[in-house]
């Protein structure tokens, strides 16, 4: 599918569809234009339809041989980006099964330069489908897209990598938890260029004294990794961004229940985020120095299995006492970050991770936990939340938590009771950042939907790729 800005006139455009916007209370002029009307006819009306949010009307202009999708997009006073991605995708959802081939996009024109990156990353977000396992396709025939701009072409390519890397992070992490293996997070890597990477598997585990990957694998017959991957110059301290790449999560010996455990392989959506941020890098030729590293492993029971009652030693040297081996998340991590901030001294570092049922119950699913140390970089990560649909939430950790997780035995525990279960993962993994500027984010509950809870339309059955564009947002920034 390609992207293009339309050039010359509306009016004269042969596209086979035709997006056009409406407030309730008022017509874009972009709108009027191009239909010649100036209020919504009294038949149209009589259909229901009066520019409301996420309303659409289609109909077939048989003079010009065009689809017309009207588009509401609510009333003009209560606008925002986000009611645009909705409305938007509402209208474009109908090109996922249709025959349209090509179509006009025509934007509302109140914030230009916003709406023709939204309109093209979110048609891209709408298309996508995950059929790599289906005979039958489901790939939608849109072949060709001109959006009625006055921006830059430059916006719109932008857009449509941050978009492609969405997607390629939603493949990831949708892959079965046989096929999408920390061996296939190497090859993946490895496709990728400007990257350097470097690939550390048991035998450096044991080696170097990363006892929470060593011992989070130790069951599994598929080979666990640490990868890491260097993007940029190395004359400025680098961000560091380290993603949960559980390939699957049984709970190892302290075993999940069976209903639903199919959904722990998007456990690895955290991995799958940080490949897509650095492929993204990678495209946009991004002039940043960025560190991503993925601690990847199966958790598994088995006759050679890490136990409740264990005792790991991180790589910082910090031991934990390990009450459930199903609190796997933070023992892998606490050896990632660890050995990242020795090794490569980051200004910056950042955690994505699909660490725990207690933030989804806090949050639900559409909000992420963001916990960290360091104000500024709290701020700076809410606020390029604030410019995407991927909404977080700040969750505290102060002493009452980091004493939920003292042990008796070894220097912390893994688990601090139910209560506070997300913050008490926060206050675990703030061991091992060494005082550096951290976040985490918990993205349990945002980094896959389910049938049952509703979202946009823009984020298919699945993994939704949560991640990528905010920290996008968050490395321009
Ligand atoms: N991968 C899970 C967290 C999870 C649960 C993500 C549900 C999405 C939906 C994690 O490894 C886990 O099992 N966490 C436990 C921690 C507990 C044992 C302290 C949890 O949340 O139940
Ligand atoms: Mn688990
Ligand atoms: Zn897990």
């Given at each position: 599918m390609k992207i293009s800005r339309f050039e010359g006139e509306v009016s004269k455009s042969k596209a086979e569809a035709v997006i056009i916007p409406f407030y309730e209370d008022r017509i874009p002029s972009s709108s009027m234009e191009f239909l010649g009307i100036d209020r919504i006819p009294e038949s149209v009306k009589n259909t229901?339809?009066?520019?409301?949010?996420g309303q659409v009307f289609r109909a077939m202009d048989t003079t010009r041989g065009q689809m017309q999708l009207w588009t509401g997009l609510g009333k003009e006073s209560e606008y925002c980006p986000e009611t645009f991605r909705r409305s938007y995708s509402s209208a474009y959802?109908?090109?996922?099964?249709?025959?349209?081939?090509n179509c006009l996009i025509i934007l509302p024109g109140t914030d230009n330069a916003n709406e023709a990156f939204e309109a093209a990353y979110i048609l891209k977000l709408t298309l996508y489908?995950?059929?790599?396992?289906?005979?039958e396709k489901t790939s939608a025939d849109l072949k060709e897209v001109y959006i009625a701009t006055g921006e830059k072409q430059d916006i719109i390519d932008r857009a449509v990598s941050v978009a492609e890397a969405t997607n390629f992070t939603r493949n990831l992490a949708n892959l079965p938890p046989s096929r999408g293996t920390p061996s296939l997070f190497e090859e993946r890597s490895r496709e990728i260029e400007n990257l350097k990477i470097t690939v550390l598997g048991r035998d450096d585990f044991i080696r170097m004294g990363m006892g929470g990957i060593e011992g989070v694998s130790?069951?599994?017959?598929e080979p666990a990794k640490m990868i890491i991957m260097e993007y940029g110059s190395s004359d400025e301290k680098p961000i560091m961004i380290v993603g949960k790449g559980i390939?699957?999560?049984?709970?190892?010996?302290s075993i999940k229940p069976a209903?639903?455990?199919?959904?722990?392989?998007?456990?690895?959506s955290g991995a799958s985020t940080v490949l897509g941020i650095m492929k993204l890098a990678s495209d946009l030729k991004l002039k940043k120095h960025i560190i991503g590293i993925m601690p990847l492993a199966e958790n598994l029971p088995g006759g050679s299995a890490y136990k409740p009652g264990d005792i790991l030693k991180h790589y910082n040297g910090k031991t934990s006492e390990v009450?459930?081996?199903?609190?796997?998340g933070r023992l892998v991590l606490a050896d990632a970050l660890a050995y990242g901030v020795e090794k490569y001294n980051p200004a910056k570092v950042i955690d994505i991770a699909t660490l725990t049922g207690a933030c989804v119950i806090a949050l639900g699913n559409n909000i992420a936990g963001l916990m960290g140390n360091d104000r500024d970089l709290k701020e700076k990560l809410k606020k390029a939340s604030e410019?995407?649909?991927e909404k977080v939430w700040e969750m505290p950790i102060d002493d009452d938590f980091r004493n939920q997780i003292k042990s008796e035995v070894a220097d912390i525990k893994n688990i601090g009771g139910k209560e506070g279960g997300a913050e008490t993962a926060g206050a675990f993994l703030e061991?091992?950042?060494?005082?550096?500027p951290w976040v985490h984010l918990d993205i349990a509950g945002t980094a896959w939907t389910q049938a049952k809870t509703a979202k946009a339309?823009?984020?298919?059955?699945?993994?939704?790729?949560?991640?990528v564009r905010l920290l996008y947002e968050f490395l321009c920034s």
């Open positions: 229901g339809f009066t520019g409301k949010k959802s109908y090109f996922r099964d249709s025959k349209i081939r489908s995950f059929d790599e396992f289906r005979s130790r069951a599994a017959k390939t699957f999560d049984s709970g190892g010996i209903d639903n455990m199919d959904e722990m392989k998007f456990d690895k009450l459930s081996t199903d609190a796997e410019r995407t649909w061991n091992f950042v060494n005082g550096r339309d823009y984020l298919p059955k699945g993994a939704t790729g949560f991640g």
